[in-house]
């Protein structure tokens, strides 16, 4: 009897989506459990679109290989780096420094359907911009190769220009699979915010509704990102990005339970100075509104009738193109409870009273963001120069803080947003300063390359030698900030607020039976390499190790984690006694009987303490097996690794 193995593969995305169809269409699965086409047809009926039939879509060269890049599972993990972190026990923040592709498979077992909102800036494909290609036949020596970090010559970084023949073509292959796995990790009332300008939008457009669906399409945003145009500009001056917005699931209909819900914007301060109290009313300010409406087209004479005003007591009617709002009886109440304003001297026309503690709780969102409501580029380069000293802290394509406050202030309270394309951490910036701000607890998932800084460039000099760093520095000088604002009071209940974030870095597996697998396949693997001595690839630490585990047993990234001991040997406890990993190189009977009495979820040991020992491991899984849930099922799962 031996225990199951732990896959160090990232999820596998087919068998993902066949469970998802197996939920919906538990008929349609037969013999080995293979999808039958002709029963799936048949539950469909008339939704199957008739083969051979043309079809709208769009089409561009290396399309039919996506699919592929999509599916082929990483090798790699993420290493924690403690040294360049904050508060690294207590955060729930995250940033990574690696290829998102690889990064965004990675997190799918972990993140499936726990994202609420996800902002991304990518490379907009001005001709000018970097693209990353992608080589899936070895995508993490691609990776190294391109960010510089291999001993070889390296892979330069250029620019994906207009002349070149793929230049939409190789856009959009970067941008479909990352898209398609970033859909993945949203949750069902989830969404994602894409900047855009004209060179993609049109394409963007197409394989969002490819990935999202067209129902799924929330808005097209329309961001004033200057102040004033340029005099340059050979046709016009661009004035205006664009943000595209996608639900995972849009609501069939307003009161739907299912889907995202979009929030309000909060009232700001000059909105609410309108309402004023002049006759005292106990309900608080209020501010006068017409209570007459035009008469449109069709005659309405059940709201044209006359009111008597108190103070005169003459009869007032509304101007004959113009009937009230409201029918008689409801005017009636409107009058009675005092709701109707006659003007100071009781003698104006009539308007209605609406209460500041009555209007919605917000402003509903227009697809027109002005500067002066979501701030402008330039500002957003003032707030990277006012962090780092002139010069040092470079870079050119920032957001401001507030565009993406102002999509958080749409989309979420307490969750997680990822930014998959950070560049210098705007979108982490904004979590800080609007969670300081309206004092709820977002927290963030931030994803970026290492791209490097050329030798020359101030950055470099500075000691920043990769955009990745200027981020992760940034979110440091805005922690140092805000504790400096807040100083002394941050235990204050108040105050309270989450102002670390844990690092982790793309790397190849800790593992030497994964990475020999993929190499030369799985059965040189045991000629090859003494995996019975020590697993593990050099310099790989215990942190290393336990976060590649925890990653791959769907665990987030952000999990407590705590050593515990059995007997003189350690034990780590994952997210409270969750997950337990054993990794001593050696277990007894009396260890896994310990650790079958802690009733953990999952345990998890490494295969080599066994020694070779079949008896113990059998032992082991009987153990297991024989602690149950009401359910029958077992109380812990045990694998080895
Ligand atoms: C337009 S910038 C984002 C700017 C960001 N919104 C800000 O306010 O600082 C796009 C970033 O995506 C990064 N990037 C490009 N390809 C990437 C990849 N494959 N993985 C991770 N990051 C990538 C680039 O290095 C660049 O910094």
Known sequence: MKPE????????????????????????????????FEKLKAALGEQVEQPGKERFGLSWAGKSKLIQ??????????????????????????????????????????????????????PYNTGKDFVYPDDFSDSLK??????????????????NPESSGRYHSNWLNMMYPRLFLARNLLSDDGVIF????????????????????????????????????????????????????YAKMAKVNRSATMGFERYLFPREEEQNMRYSNPDNDMRGPWASVDCTCNKTSIERPNLYYPIINPKSKKEILPSTQRVWRYEKKSMQILLKENRIWWGEDGNNFPRQKRFLSEVQGGIVPSTWWEREFASDNQTARREIRSLFKEGEGDFDTPKPTRLISRMMQLSMKDDIVLDFFAGSCTTAHAVLDLNKEDGSSRKYIMVQLPEPYSEDSESFKAGYKTIADIGKERIRRVIKTIKKEKKGKLDLEDNRQDLGFRVYKLDTSS??????????GEKAVADKIDMFVDPFIQKRTPEDILAEIMLKSGFELSVKIEEQKIGKKKIYSVSDGALLIYLEDEITEDIIKAVAEKEPHQFICLDVAFHKRDDLKANA?????????????????????
Not at 8 to 34: R, T, Y
Request: proline share 3%; aromatic share 10%.
């Open 621 to 641: 899984v009987l153990t297991f097996k024989s602690r149950k849930n009401a359910d029958g099922t077992p109380k812990t799962i045990f694998k080895t690794v």
């Open 5 to 36: 193995k732990l896959n160090l593969e990232s999820m596998n995305i087919p068998d993902h989506k066949k469970q998802l169809l197996k939920e919906a269409f538990p008929e349609v699965f037969g013999e080995g459990d293979k999808v039958d």
């Open 511 to 520: 593992f030497k039976q994964w990475q020999a697998k993929t190499d030369d």
């Open 69 to 122: 890049i999509i599916q082929e599972q990483s090798r790699g993990t993420l290493r924690p780096a403690k040294e360049e972190s904050v508060d690294w026990d207590t955060t729930e923040n995250v940033f990574i420094e690696g290829d998102n592709l690889e990064v965004l498979k990675l997190l799918q077992k972990s993140y499936l359907g726990k994202i609420k909102m996800i902002y991304i800036d990518p």
């Open 194 to 245: 894409i900047s855009i300008d004209d060179n993609e939008i049109a394409n963007l457009r197409k394989i969002c509704d490819d990935i999202y669906g067209e129902d799924n399409f929330i808005a097209c945003i329309i961001w004033q990102k200057k102040q004033s145009p340029q005099n340059d500009a050979s046709y016009f001056s661009a004035m205006h990005d664009y943000i595209l917005v």
């Open 142 to 159: 691609n990776y190294f190769e391109i960010t510089g970090q291999t001993d070889s010559e390296g892979k330069k970084i250029t620019a």
